[in-house]
């Protein structure tokens, strides 16, 4: 029995060769001429005017919402800001912090929102450049101005008036941060600025730098004089071709996304590029790892959050999105994530929530350092896709 | 007669149609799907929509520029099967003729990993391979490695992460061919003055080909595009083939190029097991 199988296998193996060679001779041949059916893919763009749901938030009190991991205080604790949310506002909220990455997470609802259908989500918070992205892509529904009116009461004056969505018509910071450098002081000793990670010759192969593309190459193209705000592509080829060298020399031990504190505790890094808010945290179990503001300066950021198309409880989520806003429950919020607070106002609330981290610089940046953060410009379409892949190249072997 | 010649050859159809469907569904349907995606014109993207423009030069570009990792993949992934091969098979051996009564709970052993996951038991190499761990500084003082080496970061971690990820795949299959062997016929090459060496190349050897096949198979094919465990336990520089496909979908958006070296990817393998099962010579046996 066994052997009839086997040699029917055999012969189809040895056909199936055949019809492999000949069917891409055939279609190489056709090609020219066929089109194939099913699958063409028109560009994904959508009018959030015409993906809209009716808002059933009135008679459906709940709310649902991505989020990313450790970003908000326990849920379960009374007195926390998400009980008294939902006690206040008679509010259910579904929360689940399921982004872990931009970029994944745009690869997870793009088929959705790309055909203007339902991701089951009313509230996704995700980082400036991707939220630049999917408001102009047309997945995002802007949000009703008389419904938060402490968003533009109480967002901090650096977090306004960004080039993507100057106005808040589609987008409220959550948290925001500041991209510096970190290192273990029992490990090595002080590190001052990005050059050092790229070229200091007792750090190589234990560096690792962040895997965003924007993060990393803000600072590669400061440390070749250039402004990220505000390069040109010569200054990009420069900035990429560096990079590139350096990646070569094994002074990078990896490009990593959330997990690089680990291996800096562990001693596996010694220094490492890093946000501010996961520094604090690590700070609090392993004083030996410090936190550095690069001579080349920071880079600020948010992560927003978004009502995407066709979600069925706005009016929810802009009870959300303003109630986070009030200054109480912002620093209440701060004290527990250690992000950059983007509620005005929050500051002088904490002193009644702990004391000690009114004068916590990364949680409460003084405005000289947040003049000079600095911000990766905004790309069109077609070089965001350039560089992006130039960069999947770099790092990617 | 001829009735039920032809009813008979419906039954048969009738019995293909659950796998053919199958198939259809889960395996002709997306391999069109990726096929037509790695066709797309390169400058498409998600706002501009893809164009079929049958640019078969998607695939000479990904060729030129990522043969380094393709090859890499092949190596690790070889070199991983190899090393799964040398240990599985005393494993395998060692259970089949020698466990007696422990036979059962050394095979639960071999599939236990298999209640942690994946990712758990690759994460839990960097903490065996770590910088100050204890590997490292016993190999350090024994100077096998020097003060500055180290294992995480580097190929070796990545191959030890696959093979150990990949051995039970191996297992399992040799486990099932050396223990159907009659071992009388081992017992009796000894009556016929082979020692045992000899013996294990003349019997048991050949008659656990077909385990050797499928497990070898079982290993190289998830091995090759294996991403997990260079993500984890490499270094930017043994990045395999599933890390660049990985990036260039979901980070570069580079649809049309993820799809051309998927494409190329399966084939290559395809290829390569063809020519392994033939030069086998195990057809009958399979």
């Given at each position: 029995m066994s052997s009839v199988v086997g040699s029917g296998r055999g012969a189809v193996t040895r056909r199936r060769l055949l019809q492999t060679g000949g069917g891409l001779a055939v279609a190489g041949i056709g090609a020219g001429a066929l089109k194939l059916p099913f699958f063409d893919a028109p560009g994904a763009q959508q009018d959030p005017a015409s993906c809209v749901a009716g808002d059933v938030s009135s008679s459906d009190s709940s709310l649902i919402i991505s989020n990313w991991t450790g970003?908000?205080?326990?849920?379960?604790?009374?007195?926390?800001t998400f009980q008294q949310f939902e006690d206040s506002r008679q509010i259910t909220v579904s929360y689940?912090?399921?982004?872990?990455d931009n970029a994944e997470f745009y690869a997870k609802v793009r088929n959705q929102l790309g055909a203007c259908?339902?991701?089951?989500?009313d509230l996704i918070v995700l980082t400036d450049w991707m939220a630049a992205r999917m408001i102009s892509l047309g997945w995002i529904q802007p949000l009703d101005k008389a419904k938060v009116p402490n968003l533009h009461a109480n967002l901090?004056?650096?977090?306004?008036?960004?080039?993507?969505?100057a106005d808040l018509s589609y987008h409220a910071p959550w948290q925001s941060g500041l991209t510096g450098i970190a290192y273990n002081a029992a490990q090595v000793g002080e590190v001052r600025s990005f050059d050092e990670l790229l070229h200091r010759a007792d750090l190589k192969g234990r560096v690792t730098l962040l895997s965003e593309m924007r993060d990393t190459m803000a600072f590669v193209l400061k440390v070749q004089g250039a402004d990220p705000d505000d390069f040109t592509p010569e200054e990009w080829e420069n900035a990429i071709e560096e990079l590139r060298k350096v990646v070569s020399d094994g002074q990078i031990r990896s490009f990593v996304g959330n997990d690089y504190l680990n291996d800096l505790a562990a001693g596996n890094v010694v220094a490492c590029e890093a946000w501010s808010g996961d520094v604090i945290q690590a700070t609090f179990e392993n004083p030996d790892i410090k936190w550095v503001v690069p001579e080349e300066g920071l880079a600020l950021w948010s992560d927003n959050m978004l009502v995407p198309n066709l979600a069925t409880h706005q009016a929810n989520a802009e009870a959300w999105i303003d109630y986070y806003y009030e200054p109480e429950v912002a620093a209440k919020l701060a004290a527990w994530v250690?992000?950059?607070?983007?509620?005005?106002?929050a500051r002088q609330a904490m002193e009644k929530v702990?004391?000690?981290?009114?004068?916590?610089p990364l949680i409460f940046p003084d405005e000289q350092v947040l003049a000079e953060t600095f911000d990766f410009m905004p790309l069109d379409d077609r070089q965001s896709q350039e560089y992006e892949r130039e960069w999947a190249n770099v790092t990617g072997g | 007669m001829a009735e039920t010649t032809r009813r008979k050859g419906r039954v048969g159809y009738l019995l293909i149609l659950p796998g053919g469907l199958w198939l259809l569904l889960f395996f002709a349907f997306p391999f069109y799907s990726l096929v037509a995606t790695s066709l797309?014109?390169?400058?498409?993207?998600?706002?501009r929509g893809y164009e079929?423009?049958?640019?078969?030069g998607n695939y000479v570009d990904v060729i030129r520029d990522y043969w380094q990792p393709m090859l890499r993949s092949l190596l690790y992934g070889a070199t991983a099967t190899f090393f799964c091969l040398v240990l599985g098979y005393v494993l395998a051996y060692a259970i089949a003729f020698?466990?007696?009564?422990?036979k059962v709970l050394l095979l639960v052993l071999v599939i236990?990993?298999?209640?942690?996951?994946f990712l758990i038991r690759t994460l839990s190499w960097k903490l065996l391979l770590a910088d100050d761990g204890f590997v490292v500084d016993t190999l350090q003082f024994v100077h096998i490695?020097?003060?500055?080496?180290?294992?995480?970061?580097t190929p070796f971690a990545v191959v030890a992460g696959l093979t150990y990820n990949f051995l039970p795949f191996m297992v399992l299959p040799l486990f099932a061919s050396l223990d159907k062997i009659d071992y009388r016929l081992i017992e009796a090459s000894g009556d016929l003055y082979a020692n045992p060496v000899r013996a294990f190349f003349k019997v048991t050897w050949p008659l656990s080909l077909p385990g050797v096949v499928s497990g070898t198979l079982l290993t190289f094919i998830p091995a090759v595009g294996d991403f997990i465990n260079a993500e984890i336990?490499?270094?930017?520089?043994?990045?395999m083939i599933g890390n660049v496909i990985q990036s260039l979908f979901?980070?570069?958006?580079d649809y049309p190029a993820a799809g051309a070296l998927s494409v190329i990817l399966m084939l290559m393998i395809l290829a390569m097991v063809i020519v392994y099962v033939r030069r086998a010579g195990t057809e009958e046996l399979l």
């Amino acid at each position: 029995m066994s052997s009839v199988v086997g040699s029917g296998r055999g012969a189809v193996t040895r056909r199936r060769l055949l019809q492999t060679g000949g069917g891409l001779a055939v279609a190489g041949i056709g090609a020219g001429a066929l089109k194939l059916p099913f699958f063409d893919a028109p560009g994904a763009q959508q009018d959030p005017a015409s993906c809209v749901a009716g808002d059933v938030s009135s008679s459906d009190s709940s709310l649902i919402i991505s989020n990313w991991t450790g970003y908000i205080d326990p849920r379960k604790k009374e007195k926390g800001t998400f009980q008294q949310f939902e006690d206040s506002r008679q509010i259910t909220v579904s929360y689940t912090d399921d982004v872990n990455d931009n970029a994944e997470f745009y690869a997870k609802v793009r088929n959705q929102l790309g055909a203007c259908e339902p991701i089951d989500r009313d509230l996704i918070v995700l980082t400036d450049w991707m939220a630049a992205r999917m408001i102009s892509l047309g997945w995002i529904q802007p949000l009703d101005k008389a419904k938060v009116p402490n968003l533009h009461a109480n967002l901090i004056a650096p977090l306004r008036g960004r080039q993507w969505d100057a106005d808040l018509s589609y987008h409220a910071p959550w948290q925001s941060g500041l991209t510096g450098i970190a290192y273990n002081a029992a490990q090595v000793g002080e590190v001052r600025s990005f050059d050092e990670l790229l070229h200091r010759a007792d750090l190589k192969g234990r560096v690792t730098l962040l895997s965003e593309m924007r993060d990393t190459m803000a600072f590669v193209l400061k440390v070749q004089g250039a402004d990220p705000d505000d390069f040109t592509p010569e200054e990009w080829e420069n900035a990429i071709e560096e990079l590139r060298k350096v990646v070569s020399d094994g002074q990078i031990r990896s490009f990593v996304g959330n997990d690089y504190l680990n291996d800096l505790a562990a001693g596996n890094v010694v220094a490492c590029e890093a946000w501010s808010g996961d520094v604090i945290q690590a700070t609090f179990e392993n004083p030996d790892i410090k936190w550095v503001v690069p001579e080349e300066g920071l880079a600020l950021w948010s992560d927003n959050m978004l009502v995407p198309n066709l979600a069925t409880h706005q009016a929810n989520a802009e009870a959300w999105i303003d109630y986070y806003y009030e200054p109480e429950v912002a620093a209440k919020l701060a004290a527990w994530v250690n992000y950059i607070c983007p509620v005005d106002g929050a500051r002088q609330a904490m002193e009644k929530v702990d004391a000690s981290l009114v004068d916590n610089p990364l949680i409460f940046p003084d405005e000289q350092v947040l003049a000079e953060t600095f911000d990766f410009m905004p790309l069109d379409d077609r070089q965001s896709q350039e560089y992006e892949r130039e960069w999947a190249n770099v790092t990617g072997g | 007669m001829a009735e039920t010649t032809r009813r008979k050859g419906r039954v048969g159809y009738l019995l293909i149609l659950p796998g053919g469907l199958w198939l259809l569904l889960f395996f002709a349907f997306p391999f069109y799907s990726l096929v037509a995606t790695s066709l797309y014109d390169p400058s498409g993207s998600d706002f501009r929509g893809y164009e079929m423009s049958y640019a078969f030069g998607n695939y000479v570009d990904v060729i030129r520029d990522y043969w380094q990792p393709m090859l890499r993949s092949l190596l690790y992934g070889a070199t991983a099967t190899f090393f799964c091969l040398v240990l599985g098979y005393v494993l395998a051996y060692a259970i089949a003729f020698k466990s007696g009564r422990w036979k059962v709970l050394l095979l639960v052993l071999v599939i236990a990993p298999f209640f942690t996951s994946f990712l758990i038991r690759t994460l839990s190499w960097k903490l065996l391979l770590a910088d100050d761990g204890f590997v490292v500084d016993t190999l350090q003082f024994v100077h096998i490695l020097g003060a500055d080496d180290r294992l995480l970061a580097t190929p070796f971690a990545v191959v030890a992460g696959l093979t150990y990820n990949f051995l039970p795949f191996m297992v399992l299959p040799l486990f099932a061919s050396l223990d159907k062997i009659d071992y009388r016929l081992i017992e009796a090459s000894g009556d016929l003055y082979a020692n045992p060496v000899r013996a294990f190349f003349k019997v048991t050897w050949p008659l656990s080909l077909p385990g050797v096949v499928s497990g070898t198979l079982l290993t190289f094919i998830p091995a090759v595009g294996d991403f997990i465990n260079a993500e984890i336990l490499g270094n930017t520089n043994t990045r395999m083939i599933g890390n660049v496909i990985q990036s260039l979908f979901t980070d570069a958006n580079d649809y049309p190029a993820a799809g051309a070296l998927s494409v190329i990817l399966m084939l290559m393998i395809l290829a390569m097991v063809i020519v392994y099962v033939r030069r086998a010579g195990t057809e009958e046996l399979l």
